[in-house]
């Protein structure tokens, strides 16, 4: 047997079907000492983090992407395969795989586990969620299932403080030898049947009355839809509902800091880089930090539920109108918090063809980052009015442009497939037990997304806040020159030029040049408008971020508000997005015929949105 000195650092890797809770063990375990990369050479994502056993053993834990097989259908489980069996060019094996598995569905992943003991590496089973085992009456018997299955056996919740007790203590033990293969052709079935025959025992019958009764609403042809269509609505209100108090606290956080910084320094290039460039520019997209992260606890909560699973198997029908299954629905869901990880999610539907289409169509659903322009457009322009009594009115709107993404994509999806689901295998998926979502994860994750976002702010839209507040500064206007300083400017003269192109579409030349770094993300639009309006009104010396709202419809007509709104529902402006797709494709054609087709559409709707609007 190997010895563990507190010297060493010992490399384990948790591996598990997708929903046996081992992203939930691997935060329990971690915390926040975790960091996520991608693997070398793959766009698969590596999750990573560092703790210390009650001993002090120093460990580094991999979670591994959840596979259900070790004969890989997807990039995915190609990696989990390859770090597992410790052919993975660059990465060494684990020291110690932990097989993670649900207790409550041990049919279905005792299988896995005995492809991970052909592996012939020391290797522990976790039984994850044992105690939702007991609660069904569930009696496992671990020295025997141990015994039968030639390695370790320890039981763990993730979602307790405490749940990972015995793993850690198996952890402080020396490391367990290598199983002994099973011959080559072993019916691995039979094998799962009498391992549970010989070590579970129900002390009583399955009582599963209450996730059946809520899988009969959930899972239901009419009620299933209906319950899904509530609950994306009221994700929708709450985004504003919620999130404007602690808007109007940061907005008003920024501003006073702007104020400060311009008291301190005197009239010049230093104060209006700082007041008009960095503080204005940063603030008026920290700003919507609230609604982002509401919207991922939404997503968050779905996930940790069990409900994702339920809507994907419920929307099949729907997707297949489009041409797509239900396999599609969980990458889309995703991208309504940013496209990148959701057209990285693409890896798990198998049928090539009907992944391009959903990579194709993902940067259609309303991502984060363009919440704060939504935002920024609804609050100046739509009424903060209820509907029939309790409704709100710029809720509706909001809800109304993820609406027009999402039917826009299906109708896409409808062309690209032109009409059939091809060779897509009929849509079997597991749906695991409900839980309540632990609120470690959620914090955790919640975090996580904040802390990405901030990085953001600190550096793409910092810099590009900057580098827009020098062109819009420079050249500075001649002696006895009148009218605004930043028609003078360089970023004037490049507005200037684009207007011809975007004034069909009711833009202005301010406009045009916040479109520009947009291209880099988004968010940065609004940034960019709140820099070119603080330059150009002549009377401000303040942060006037927090005044663009009330400044914009004394510049623009609802009409361009409005085309201003159907051009980002479009719009791929987001070149991290066009980035994943080359790197998912290996296809610079995909990217082009994804950006064309997405500006080609931006453009249209645009016009019409606007002729329309001036028309009614």
């Not at 207007?499 to 947009?518: E, K, R, S, T």
Request: net charge positive; with cysteine; proline share 7%.
């Amino acid at each position: 047997m190997n010895m563990i000195t507190p010297a060493r650092t010992l490399r384990i890797a948790l591996v598990g079907n997708p929903n046996c809770g081992k992203t939930a063990l691997f935060n329990l375990l971690t915390g926040s000492r975790q960091k996520v990369a991608n693997y070398a050479g793959a766009t698969v994502e590596r999750k990573e983090g560092r703790f210390t056993t009650p001993q002090g053993h120093d460990i580094r834990v991999l979670d591994l992407p959840g596979a259900y097989s070790l004969v890989a259908t997807s990039p995915d489980e190609a990696v989990t395969r390859d770090i597992c069996a410790g052919t993975y060019r660059g990465e060494a094996a684990p020291d110690l795989l932990v097989c993670v598995a649900d207790a409550t569905n041990l049919r279905l992943h005792l299988r896995f586990v005995l492809e991970m003991r052909q592996l012939g590496r020391p290797m522990v089973l976790a039984l994850n969620m044992i105690d939702a085992a007991r609660r069904k009456g569930m009696e496992i018997d671990l020295p025997r299932l141990a015994a039968e299955l030639g390695v370790p056996v320890v039981a763990t919740v993730g979602i307790r403080r405490d749940g990972a007790r015995d793993l850690l203590a198996q952890l402080d033990a020396p490391l367990p030898p290598p199983p002994v293969p099973l011959p080559a052709d072993t019916d691995l079935h039979a094998v799962v049947r009498r391992i549970l025959a010989d070590c579970v025992t129900r002390a009583h019958p399955v009582s599963s009355e209450l996730e059946e009764r809520l899988d009969r609403w959930v899972l239901h042809p009419v009620w299933g839809p209906l319950i899904l269509a509530v609950l994306l609505f009221v994700m929708f209100q709450t985004v504003f509902a919620w999130a404007q108090p602690l808007m109007d606290g940061i907005d008003a956080g920024m501003g006073w800091i702007g104020e400060q910084v311009g008291h301190l320094l005197p009239e010049g290039a230093l104060r209006s880089l700082l007041v008009n460039g960095v503080i204005a520019g940063a603030g008026s997209v920290v700003t919507f930090l609230p609604q982002i992260l509401i919207l991922f606890l939404w997503i968050l909560v779905l996930e940790e539920s069990g409900y994702l699973p339920r809507a994907a198997f419920l929307l099949d029908p729907v997707m297949s109108l489009a041409g797509l299954s239900g396999r599609s629905f969980i990458p889309l869901l995703s991208s309504f918090a940013c496209a990148v990880p959701g057209i990285m999610a693409t890896r798990t539907i198998q049928n090539p063809r009907d992944r391009l289409v959903t990579i194709l169509i993902a940067p259609l659903m309303t991502c984060s980052a363009r919440l704060p322009v939504y935002t920024l457009l609804i609050g100046a322009f739509i009424p903060h009015r209820a509907v029939w009594g309790f409704l709100n009115m710029q809720g509706l709107v909001l809800f109304g442009l993820y609406a027009v993404g999402i039917l826009s994509a299906l109708l896409v999806a409808r062309i690209a497939r032109r009409g059939g689901r091809g060779q897509e295998a009929a849509l079997l998926m597991e749906l695991p037990a409900y839980r309540l979502p632990n609120p470690r994860d959620l914090l955790l994750g919640l975090t996580e997304r904040a802390r990405i976002f901030l990085m953001r702010v600190g550096t793409t839209i910092v810099s590009l806040t900057v580098l827009l507040w020098a062109l819009s500064s420079f050249p500075a206007p001649p002696a006895g020159a009148t009218g605004p300083a930043i028609d003078w400017s360089l970023a004037g003269r490049i507005g200037h030029l684009m207007l011809p192109v975007f004034a069909p579409l009711g833009f202005n030349w301010q406009i045009c040049v916040a479109l520009i770094p947009g291209l880099a993300a988004r968010e940065v639009a609004v940034g960019a408008l709140a820099t070119v309006y603080a330059i150009g009104d002549a009377g401000a010396d303040t942060d006037q971020a927090a005044m663009l709202g009330q400044l914009l419809p004394a510049h623009w007509s609802v009409a361009t508000a409005l085309s201003l709104l159907a051009w980002y529902v479009y719009a791929p402006q987001c070149v991290a997005t066009l980035a994943v797709i080359r790197r998912e494709t290996a296809s610079w054609r995909m990217v082009a015929i994804t950006a064309g087709y997405l500006f080609a559409l931006a453009y249209v709707m645009a016009l019409l949105t606007y002729r329309l609007a001036l028309l009614f």
